[in-house]
């Protein structure tokens, strides 16, 4: 696929669709796709016709299931700049809002994308977690914040401890999800929420889309990020990592030795 094809971009009037354009993978991550987003919500933001932004999937199987498993064995997956970050700070510090528009699964790195988004509209048929515990990695600190400030300390632990999946129906009582809708409506109820979101003065959300950011701004301090740093290697060294890889290639239970 070549390479601009990774992330569609759409704009009607003044909203701004990005769409994760790899259905075929449910919509899993590379870095290519990252760096995609990355110039195109700076571009969006940037852009003074643009008032709101809806993020999805293509497709109606999945937001996106996350990291490419396929590329987490690959030492580049792993150096000091993790993408994920570099994105959600993109979402935040995007001039307009952002609305994540999920179907069906939305998983990992997929939904730390959720989470960093100013609003979540759900699918009945979604299915949103973190995984990461359940191939050997460490969840970056960045996307942590931001599940702990959505969902509660007790709701993230149980999350990330488990890499248990959630229905929509759970997303919502905790908080993970803003709204639920019948997957034939998603479409209808999202982009309803981005026109009235849209109709508002540009200024005032605007302003209150800083002032919110600047309220919650939590940069991981340079200790944090160094501990972080150190623990994702240790991991990505692991033999526990090419065995979660290797199981969920294998669509088999992964057996896990702690080494």
């Avoid at 449910?26 to 933001?45: H, I, K, P």
């Avoid at 709204?179 to 200024?203: G, K």
Wanted: aromatic letters at 6%; proline letters at 4%.
């Amino acid at each position: 696929m070549p390479y601009q094809d990774l992330l569609l971009v759409n704009k009607e009037d003044c909203i701004c669709t990005l769409t994760i354009n790899r259905p075929q993978k449910r919509n899993s991550l590379t870095r290519e796709t990252f760096t995609r987003l990355d110039e195109a919500l700076r571009s969006a933001g940037e852009d003074e016709q643009t008032r709101v932004i809806v993020l999805r999937g293509a497709g109606e199987k999945a937001f996106s299931a996350g990291y490419d498993i396929s590329r987490l064995s690959t030492a580049e997956d792993f150096d000091d700049k993790d993408p994920l970050e570099d994105v959600i700070l993109s979402i935040e510090k995007c001039a307009v809002p952002v609305i994540a528009m999920i179907y069906g699964y939305c998983i990992g790195a997929g939904c730390g994308l959720a989470t960093a988004c100013d609003l979540r509209v759900a699918a009945d048929n979604a299915r949103l977690g973190i995984t990461a515990a359940k191939i050997g990695m460490v969840y970056p600190p960045g996307a942590t914040i931001r599940l702990i400030n959505l969902v509660g300390v007790a709701a993230a632990k149980e999350l990330l401890y488990t890499g248990t999946l959630v229905d929509a129906g759970k997303a919502g009582e905790i908080g993970l999800v803003d709204r639920v809708a019948p997957a034939d409506r998603l479409y209808t109820v999202s982009y309803d929420l981005a026109r009235e979101i849209a109709d508002n003065s540009p200024l005032s959300v605007r302003g209150n889309k800083r002032m919110i950011s600047l309220l919650l701004e939590h940069r991981p301090n340079p200790q944090l990020r160094e501990e972080f740093l150190a623990l994702r290697k240790q991991a990505a060294g692991s033999r526990d990592l090419e065995e979660g890889a290797r199981a969920f290639s294998e669509k088999r239970k992964p057996v896990f030795k702690g080494e």
